[in-house]
């Protein structure tokens, strides 16, 4: 069973740093899709970098570009988002997700394995 539980998350003064950790467990597969979305208070759930492990591709929403970097640990089983000069939008909830089939969207809808989440909170 798949497993993913997100740490790191808290409060940060716009302009400031918080990395994001997400541990996975029960992945059979060697190759898979696995990323970041956020989603804030009335607004839609929305991707913010995903990578696929087999190659090591990565894409990044445009908000996160040259902000926010996407990585993975040594032992494969967590992924970090490395979140540099915060924002007050930035302010949401983080998710982190994993989708198994061979072609995935950008869209939640097609990840099928979520964390709890972790809350981000940038002020001003």
């Known amino acids: 069973q798949v497993q993913l539980e997100e740490s790191g998350g808290g409060s940060v003064q716009a302009g400031g740093s918080l990395t994001l950790s997400c541990a996975a467990s029960?992945?059979?597969?060697?190759?898979?899709?696995i990323g970041w979305f956020r989603q804030a208070p009335g607004k839609e759930r929305e991707l913010i970098t995903r990578?696929?492990?087999?190659?090591?591709?990565?894409l990044y929403a445009d908000s996160a570009k040259g902000r926010f970097t996407i990585t993975r640990g040594s032992a494969k089983n967590t992924l970090y988002l490395q979140m540099n000069n915060l924002k007050v939008e930035d302010t949401a909830m983080y998710y982190c997700?994993?989708?198994?089939?061979?072609?995935?969207?950008?869209?939640?809808?097609?990840?099928?394995?979520w964390g709890q989440g972790t809350q981000v909170t940038v002020s001003s």
């Open positions: 997700a994993a989708c198994l089939r061979i072609s995935c969207s950008l869209k939640s809808g097609d990840f099928g394995y």
């Open positions: 029960g992945v059979s597969y060697r190759d898979y899709y």
């Open positions: 990578t696929y492990t087999g190659t090591g591709a990565t």
